[in-house]
């Protein structure tokens, strides 16, 4: 990607109207126009790129990016037994499960005679109960996620939300209460009133 400082006096016009997203004040100015906008020098030397981007940057049709998302999906989900993964196996991956549940609702994609969603669920579960570090990036991820997966029809669905109210809430609780800036308190306040919506 070519990136120029100045294109017209139009674009830098709409540019100093906005600012600068990495400095204080605003650096656009018919000053700052002038010493960049000299055209001195022509360089089309990206056209020798152009070839090798449209052999190698081909637009997916939607069935080839379908077929793609879904080969990973099931690949994530079946790179191992459920009972052969390790606590640390699963340490970071609670948002990549909460994610191919997503994915696995919206394509309905099926794994043998189970759903790809319903794999989701399992390591969702086994990751809730085997990992040693949930963090709490995690379980604002999975509060996000509660309400959806708590609606669907799955039995693993129901242990989840048994497994959430009656360990890993009441355990996130206990912890922010001894945390006391304001994020905590909003998360706990979230969290209680989640509580008594489960309930």
């Given at each position: 990607?070519?990136?120029?400082?100045?294109?017209?006096?139009?674009?830098?016009?709409?540019?100093?109207?906005?600012?600068?997203?990495?400095?204080?004040?605003?650096?656009?100015?018919?000053?700052?126009?002038?010493?960049?906008?000299?055209?001195?020098?022509?360089?089309?030397?990206?056209?020798?790129?152009?070839?090798?981007?449209?052999?190698?940057?081909?637009?997916?049709?939607?069935?080839?990016?379908?077929?793609?998302?879904?080969?990973?999906?099931?690949?994530?989900?079946?790179?191992?037994?459920?009972?052969?993964?390790?606590?640390?196996?699963?340490?970071?991956?609670?948002?990549t499960f909460l994610t191919c549940r997503a994915v696995a609702e919206k394509l309905?994609?099926?794994?043998?005679?189970?759903?790809?969603?319903?794999?989701?669920?399992?390591?969702?579960?086994?990751?809730?109960?085997?990992?040693?570090?949930?963090?709490?990036?995690?379980?604002?991820?999975?509060?996000?996620?509660?309400?959806?997966?708590?609606?669907?029809?799955?039995?693993?669905?129901?242990?989840?939300?048994?497994?959430?109210?009656?360990?890993?809430?009441?355990?996130?609780?206990?912890?922010?209460?001894?945390?006391?800036?304001?994020?905590?308190?909003?998360?706990?306040?979230?969290?209680?009133?989640?509580?008594?919506?489960?309930?």
């Open positions: 990607m070519n990136h120029y400082i100045t294109r017209s006096k139009e674009e830098y016009d709409n540019k100093t109207k906005r600012g600068a997203a990495d400095f204080i004040g605003n650096p656009c100015n018919d000053k700052t126009f002038e010493a960049y906008d000299r055209n001195e020098v022509f360089d089309d030397s990206i056209l020798e790129y152009r070839a090798a981007r449209a052999e190698n940057f081909d637009i997916e049709s939607d069935a080839e990016r379908i077929r793609r998302v879904e080969k990973t999906l099931v690949e994530t989900l079946t790179q191992c037994a459920l009972s052969e993964a390790s606590a640390e196996f699963l340490s970071d991956k609670l948002e309905g994609t099926k794994i043998g005679d189970l759903s790809a969603e319903e794999y989701a669920f399992a390591w969702i579960y086994t990751t809730l109960t085997k990992s040693d570090s949930i963090t709490r990036a995690d379980v604002q991820q999975l509060l996000k996620a509660l309400p959806e997966i708590l609606e669907r029809p799955f039995q693993i669905c129901k242990r989840i939300g048994n497994l959430t109210q009656t360990e890993l809430l009441p355990l996130f609780c206990e912890a922010l209460k001894h945390d006391s800036n304001w994020v905590a308190r909003s998360d706990l306040l979230y969290i209680q009133k989640l509580l008594s919506l489960i309930e």
